[in-house]
Nanobody, 121 residues
């Protein structure tokens, strides 16, 4: 399995970014997918997850109403709006062990390499 995250960058507070995660070998189409993030000096934290068919999703309280997760074929997206400096982190996409993901990092088997998002104030 190869997951490739992209779309990170530098953005001003209030701006938007769209992250993409590509499942280049189309091997996790039946798995739930998730996005996590890790800020410097902090533990990796849950951001959002979407079920294998895209019918259900869960968000961390800190991003609810600002971020939106979606999937289409071999790609998973994280649309991030109204960004704040606290959103600065390396963002990782991950494939769950089952059809539905969760908030628990231990429920994810495959991880992408991460993409850096920096939000300036």
């Amino acid at each position: 399995v190869q997951l490739q995250a992209s779309g990170g960058g530098l953005v001003q507070a209030g701006g938007s970014l769209r992250l993409s995660c590509t499942d280049s070998r189309r091997t996790v189409s039946n798995n739930g997918m998730g996005w996590f993030r890790q800020a410097p000096g902090k533990e990796r934290e849950f951001v959002a997850t979407i079920s294998w068919r895209g019918g259900s999703s869960i968000y961390a309280d800190s991003v609810k109403g600002r971020f939106s997760i979606s999937r289409n074929n071999a790609k998973v997206y994280l649309q991030m709006n109204s960004l704040v400096p606290e959103d600065t982190a390396v963002y990782y996409c991950a494939a769950a062990r089952a059809a539905y993901g969760s908030r628990d990092v231990r429920d994810y088997r495959y991880w992408g390499q991460g993409t850096l998002v920096t939000v300036s104030s």
